[in-house]
Nanobody, 125 residues
């Protein structure tokens, strides 16, 4: 059972990146997917989630209007499209999956079933 996050990199302020989260060893169909990030010296921060059907999403205020979460259950993959990136978005980004959970602010404090590896996003000129 594994979640593999990828797509991070170095981007200039105002730029865009798309992160991917691929599941192996299990199917994501019944899982709410979340994206989290952790900047150096800071606590982990939940930024977005999406329910299994994709019909409900939630965003933290810090990324609302700039980031878009999506999923393709046929590909067992979730995505985080990040636009208008700012230096304060610099962090290691993690995906996570929790079976049957609601997607709302408390999701970010749930005891998550599966965590992916991190992918580094650096926003700098």
């Amino acid at each position: 059972v594994q979640l593999q996050a990828s797509g991070g990199g170095l981007v200039q302020p105002g730029g865009s990146l798309r992160l991917s989260c691929v599941a192996s060893g299990f199917t994501l169909d019944d899982y709410t997917i979340g994206w989290f990030r952790q900047a150096p010296g800071k606590a982990r921060e939940g930024i977005s989630c999406i329910i299994s059907s994709g019909r409900m999403t939630h965003y933290a205020d810090a990324v609302k209007g700039r980031f878009t979460i999506s999923r393709d259950n046929a590909k067992n993959t979730a995505y985080l499209q990040m636009s208008d990136l700012k230096p304060e978005d610099t962090a290691v980004y993690y995906c996570a999956a929790d079976r049957g959970s609601a997607c709302w602010a408390p999701f970010f404090n749930y005891d998550i079933d599966y965590w992916g590896n991190g992918t580094q996003v650096t926003v700098s000129s």
